[in-house]
């Protein structure tokens, strides 16, 4: 790790110097939580129902420790995430509990609204091995070209690194937005 505090592209997609990033850029990237359906926002498995929603917080709130979301009776998680329009998801950012309980893989699905732990099991649009972050600094890149026009995803967490729970306290989203019935 390499410990300056830039971001750096960790998800296949290279090719984009991010090396000089500013935490005014930073913000603005991931300022998708502001595009979110929060009220609609699904999070199955969670220890306290409503505890997502508070994971979806601007880039300069993403170290508060206060709020997050913590699974119930193993370490799956399942989020349902609503957009207000449409999304092309370029990015992710997660910052997971401390010790074993941050989650270890991440699975993404596009526009499968109110999935549940049943549909979790058919194939992923794309899959991720998660390092922890506890400064949310690594990114994964998504496959821009299939995250394109999304109108809700689901993040599914399957497993951590060996804790009972997973516990997530910042889910960063990075891309474009666009109002229903416009283009991108």
């Known amino acids: 790790m390499s410990g300056h505090g830039h971001s750096h592209s960790h998800g296949g997609c290279s090719g984009h110097d991010h090396d000089h990033v500013s935490e005014a850029d930073q913000a603005a990237a991931y300022s998708l939580y502001l595009k979110i359906d929060t009220e609609r926002v699904q999070c199955l498995n969670e220890s306290v129902e409503g505890s997502a929603k508070c994971v979806f917080k601007p880039w300069d709130q993403r170290l508060d420790k206060e709020k997050f979301v913590e699974s119930d009776c193993d370490e799956e998680l399942l989020f349902n995430i609503p957009f207000t329009g449409n999304v092309k998801l370029k990015g ?3 910052i997971g509990g401390e010790e074993d309980t941050h989650p270890s893989r991440m699975r993404i699905f596009k526009n499968r609204p109110n999935m549940t732990f049943d549909d979790a099991a058919s194939a992923a649009d794309q899959e991720f091995d998660l390092r922890p972050d506890p400064s949310g600094v690594l990114e994964y890149s998504t496959k821009v070209t299939r995250f394109n026009q999304c109108e809700s ?4 967490f399957p497993t951590n690194f060996g804790a009972e729970t997973s516990k997530v306290y910042y889910i960063g989203l990075k ?3 666009s109002e229903v019935g416009t283009q991108t």
């Open 92 to 94: 992710i950012i997660l």
């Open 153 to 156: 995803i689901s993040l599914h």
């Open 175 to 177: 891309g474009d937005f």
